[in-house]
């Protein structure tokens, strides 16, 4: 569904809020660099230091268990970015439309039982690593849709939410 048919149905489009899915392949392929070079070092210092006792066997875990943590996040951060490729949320005057992967989905404001901020992770460079903020919006049938902090202002998209839902003031034509 076109974004036109959906502003049919939704009322006037007001604002859009879009997944960095380029930023997820490029975090992932860093993770998965991290692990392929800690195992590359890691297996000959581990195939090395059989035999011994010496500060080589705590090397080699070590250098292995940087590979395996590498390989673990690279290969997550790149299965959620091909499900959620080219996510996008976009907010109308009486709804909302969830685009992800060619599909939209039409939500209405009554069809949306609550959104939830989390702050997530408070630590330096959270929101950098995709670990920070996350907002759920949960709809009465069941559904979530979960987006973090690859997607734009989702702080902004969360307060939309919340306002529509659970006080009633809907947002008013584009930017207002």
């Given at each position: 569904m076109r974004r036109t048919e959906a502003a049919k149905q939704l009322g006037r489009f007001v604002r859009e809020h879009r997944t960095d899915g380029a930023r997820r392949l490029r975090q992932a392929g860093i993770w998965i660099a991290v692990g392929a070079v800690g195992t590359a070092i890691g297996l000959p210092v581990a195939i090395a230091s059989v035999g011994t006792t010496e500060g080589a066997p705590g090397l080699a875990g070590l250098l292995l268990g940087v590979g395996l943590?590498?390989?673990?996040?690279?290969?997550?951060?790149l299965v959620q970015a091909f499900r959620t490729r080219e996510q996008c949320i976009d907010i109308h005057?009486?709804?909302?439309?969830?685009?992800?992967?060619?599909?939209?989905?039409?939500?209405?404001?009554?069809?949306?039982?609550?959104?939830?901020?989390?702050?997530?992770?408070?630590?330096?460079?959270?929101?950098?690593?995709?670990?920070?903020?996350?907002?759920?919006?949960?709809?009465?049938?069941?559904?979530?849709?979960?987006?973090?902090?690859?997607?734009?202002?989702?702080?902004?998209?969360?307060?939309?939410?919340?306002?529509?839902?659970?006080?009633?003031?809907?947002?008013?034509?584009?930017?207002?």
């Amino acid at each position: 569904m076109r974004r036109t048919e959906a502003a049919k149905q939704l009322g006037r489009f007001v604002r859009e809020h879009r997944t960095d899915g380029a930023r997820r392949l490029r975090q992932a392929g860093i993770w998965i660099a991290v692990g392929a070079v800690g195992t590359a070092i890691g297996l000959p210092v581990a195939i090395a230091s059989v035999g011994t006792t010496e500060g080589a066997p705590g090397l080699a875990g070590l250098l292995l268990g940087v590979g395996l943590v590498g390989w673990g996040l690279g290969i997550w951060r790149l299965v959620q970015a091909f499900r959620t490729r080219e996510q996008c949320i976009d907010i109308h005057e009486r709804g909302l439309t969830h685009r992800v992967a060619g599909t939209a989905t039409v939500i209405p404001w009554e069809e949306v039982a609550q959104v939830i901020m989390s702050g997530g992770d408070s630590r330096p460079l959270a929101d950098a690593r995709g670990m920070g903020s996350t907002c759920e919006i949960r709809l009465h049938n069941g559904r979530r849709i979960r987006v973090d902090t690859f997607t734009e202002d989702i702080g902004d998209l969360a307060a939309v939410v919340h306002r529509a839902v659970h006080l009633g003031q809907f947002p008013q034509g584009r930017g207002r």
